[in-house]
């Protein structure tokens, strides 16, 4: 008998908040947008095609904002990073935040998480402690690339944050972005 990849009753992991946990497995695509040099975009769906979140910010710009919205528009979290010489750094705040570093959920040096995998594909695996919490798989094309579209596939595991992963993700393709 095959052992599921996941258990019932784990500890959700909540980051951004527990209505962004599923009690079931969570397949998603994440497409990346870059519409006329002047923006990205990013917009999560499940399997049947519903937008589950949306990330609007600009590109090539030296505030690095990034907003993470509901499907209706609600802003969910802002990521705001700092440019610094070979990396950058990241915080992500509640909600449409100011620079305020009290409302603070997360920052790129997260203790508690481990990420995986070959930084220059943008596949990664997240882990908390020895427990797998998400995969992400990187479509990548030169065609879509030259488009300025691309593609991950996203597997969100049981009672785990999809929105924290998805800030996960474009916090890793920002930083791989010169």
């Known amino acids: ?20 946990c599923t009690p079931y497995p969570l397949e998603m695509i994440v497409k990346k947008k870059i519409n006329k040099l002047s923006s ?7 399997l049947s095609g519903n937008l589950l979140l949306k ?20 802003p969910i979290l802002t990521l705001r990073g700092k440019a610094l010489a070979f990396r ?3 915080k992500a705040h509640a909600g449409e935040s100011t620079h305020d ?14 990420i995986t995998g070959a930084y220059t594909s943008l596949s990664f695996k997240v882990y908390e402690g020895r427990r797998l919490i998400a995969e992400v798989k990187h479509s ?17 595991y049981p009672e785990v944050d999809y929105a924290f992963i998805v800030a996960l993700l474009v916090i890793l393709d ?3 972005t010169p």
């Open 101 to 114: 570093n009290s409302n603070i959920l997360f920052s790129k040096k997260e203790p508690d998480f481990l």
């Open 140 to 156: 990548f094309t030169l065609e879509s690339f030259c488009k300025g579209k691309e593609k991950y596939r996203v597997k969100v």
């Open 88 to 90: 950058h750094k990241w």
């Open 174 to 176: 920002e930083s791989d």
């Open 1 to 20: 008998m095959k052992v599921p990849d996941w258990a019932y009753g784990v500890p959700p992991v909540s980051v951004i908040g527990e209505s962004y």
């Open 55 to 74: 990330v609007d910010g600009g590109v090539w710009n030296f505030k690095l904002k990034r907003v993470l919205l509901d499907p209706s528009g609600f």
């Open 40 to 46: 990205t975009q990013f917009e999560a769906f499940d």
